[in-house]
């Protein structure tokens, strides 16, 4: 047993003297007239007990009163006891609720180990103890606030589920912080297999305040036997067919070779299967050949391991034809724009001078292309590529001009920029662009912008700094590349409905018609939405399942059905072995064992107790005379 407050037994120097001190001091007596010498044995005894200077004769009251005051003593020192259980006088309990904690080489899962774990906090906090649930999803949310209260904490308990998504635990634990600021003892409990990647902004310097919080990784799992489907995409091909080809990467995480059957499904008909062997931790990439009379319904790729997490053993895209786009061009001639435009087959290329016949023709077009100088009068809801120069509709203001920029950085991640390196690209002269309020910079310079995209209220905009006769980018091969990454971003759901498929936890945007007011949205367990419709796209966020979506409503009259696909696509959560540390921010944690954690358990309300009821047996001792 130990102490919160050990010097609250110093107490006990100055009370017992006193006690004794007070014991021995010789009473004032007052003349009393008895009946019978045989009362004077009991006062004598009385009064040789507390006469000074002799020996202390035994007395029940006197032992009871020394006894009393070290009860006292003992109860504020704060005495507790360690007992197998988590806890402390406030805690957060995080659960992590992604993929990963479907994994089944627990009894269950391990999200629902998980639970058990948590279960067994609540049941073992003390009386003072408070607690908070956290589940970290995609999204970290309070299941329960901040409670003494048992049965609320099990009943939140009981209600949260996992989700298909990656998860945020950064956020969790920020969440957590922000719960127990100021609270006495704060533990924050983080319960997961560590299977999340650092978020951005996250990285060696990036810091976590948790105030006096304490941080505790609870580890759940015990193996990582797990082969999944990393990435699935679709791309029509640069060929005349017009034919498209699937993408997709396998990845075996287990620590053995696995051998399994890759299999291409559309809609529920077989296409291709081919058998495929991955030694531990190796990946492998196929491409699949799709004609252009294929590409429509729901292509699947699936692999039939038996493995621990059957989440991530199949990917879907929806494929939908393509319409073509209507792309006009607005320049005094440049060669370069044209072939690369001209060779893409799904572009319908037109071209004009610049002057107010564009302004005039551009609502005809799904893409408007401003090399240069642009127009006046262009219709605010549209979709731009502005290069070498800004108009009004540009998601940048133009301050001035510098010489031989260099690309410092670009968006790896941003649909116009990925899959592209701009390292050695040589600039000749740019534009000096800022970023408006609605912009955002995807590739920067010492003076500002290079690319940069924006939207707002049926606008989509993209803007490159400088003219393509005065830098060698025509000359590299990132430059098909980023034409074809344009039209595909600045059509935005419109050309993706050709093969578009979103991450789990994402929000996607669904064209629907004007005319909708309100539709229905069928998740991959049955379970329907209602959604009213305020304009279009739609933004659907509830993407928590991985699976096939239907939007379900009508227009003018008649039933319309627009489906897409949500998929995982994640090494962090397809990575299911469980991790020995976890690093959120600067902060290092290592794992502990559930079954190894003792905490403090005060038992000073029953020290108090007790002096209690032995200040009454005192009270009644004194008044019996015993």
């Not at 578009?500 to 018609?513: C, D, H, I, S």
């Amino acid at each position: 047993m130990s102490a919160l407050q050990p010097m609250a037994l110093l107490w006990l120097l100055l009370t017992v003297p006193a006690i004794l001190l007070l014991y021995l001091l010789k009473p004032k007596r007052r003349e009393h007239l008895i009946s019978s010498v045989l009362l004077w044995d009991r006062l004598l005894k009385d009064t040789q007990a507390r006469t000074p200077f002799q020996k202390l004769r035994r007395s029940l009251l006197l032992l009871l009163q020394l006894l009393l005051v070290v009860l006292l003593a003992v109860a504020l020192s704060r005495p507790f006891v360690r007992i197998h259980a988590f806890g402390g006088q406030s805690m957060a309990i995080v659960i992590d609720g992604s993929a990963s904690m479907r994994a089944t080489d627990v009894p269950g899962s391990r999200f629902e180990e998980a639970r058990r774990v948590a279960r067994r906090m609540i049941e073992g906090m003390g009386q003072s103890d408070r607690a908070v649930l956290i589940l970290a999803g995609a999204r970290a949310h309070a299941a329960c606030p901040l409670t003494g209260d048992k049965n609320a904490l099990c009943r939140a308990l009981d209600e949260i589920r996992p989700a298909d998504t990656e998860t945020r635990m950064r956020e969790a634990v920020l969440l957590a912080a922000s719960l127990l600021a100021g609270q006495p003892d704060a533990r924050i409990y983080l319960l997961t297999d560590g299977g999340f990647e650092m978020e951005e902004g996250e990285g060696a310097q990036a810091g976590l305040p948790l105030g006096e919080a304490q941080l505790h990784f609870v580890r759940i799992g015990q193996k990582g036997d797990n082969v999944g489907v990393t990435a699935l995409d679709v791309r029509q091909t640069l060929a005349d067919d017009g034919g498209y080809q699937a993408f997709a990467r396998v990845r075996n995480f287990s620590d053995q070779a696995r051998r399994f059957t890759l299999e291409f499904y559309r809609d529920d008909r077989l296409l291709d299967a081919r058998e495929m062997t991955l030694g531990p931790g190796k990946a492998h990439a196929e491409v699949f050949a799709l004609s252009r009379d294929a590409a429509t319904g729901v292509l699947r790729a699936r692999i039939d391991a038996a493995d621990d997490l059957a989440v991530d053993n199949s990917a879907a895209v929806v494929l939908q034809p393509r319409k073509r786009v209507e792309v006009l061009l607005v320049s005094r001639g440049n060669l370069f724009l044209e072939k690369a435009l001209s060779v893409d087959p799904r572009v319908a290329l037109s071209k004009i001078a610049p002057g107010p016949d564009a302004a005039v023709a551009a609502p005809r077009y799904d893409l408007v292309i401003l090399d240069g100088k642009s127009p006046a009068g262009l219709p605010a809801r549209g979709r731009y590529l502005f290069i070498g120069g800004a108009g009004e509709h540009a998601p940048v203001t133009i301050t001035g001009e510098t010489r031989n920029p260099t690309f410092l950085d670009w968006d790896r991640r941003h649909p116009v920029t990925r899959f592209l390196d701009f390292s050695s690209v040589q600039v000749a002269r740019a534009l000096v662009a800022k970023p408006l309020p609605w912009g955002q910079a995807l590739a920067e310079c010492e003076a500002g912008a290079l690319i940069a995209a924006g939207e707002k209220d049926g606008l989509r905009s993209l803007f490159l700094a400088f003219d393509l006769t005065e830098s060698d980018l025509p000359l590299r091969v990132a430059f098909p590349i980023l034409l074809s990454n344009a039209v595909v971003w600045l059509m935005g759901s419109e050309e993706a409905a050709s093969s578009y498929r979103a991450l789990t936890g994402a929000v996607v945007p669904v064209e629907v018609p004007e005319d909708a007011r309100e539709v229905q949205v069928v998740l991959p367990d049955g379970s329907r939405r209602s959604l009213r419709v305020e304009g279009s796209p739609l933004l659907f966020a509830e993407t928590a399942q991985a699976g096939i979506y239907r939007v379900e409503g009508k227009s003018q009259g008649k039933p319309f059905r627009i489906q897409f696909a949500v998929s995982l696509l994640s090494e962090a959560e397809s990575d299911i072995r469980p991790r020995d540390r976890i690093a959120i921010g600067r902060t290092s944690v290592p794992a502990v064992d559930a079954r190894s954690q003792k905490a403090p358990r005060e038992i000073w309300h029953g020290v108090a107790f007790l002096a209690l009821c032995l200040m009454a047996f005192e009270w009644y001792a004194y008044h019996r005379r015993l």
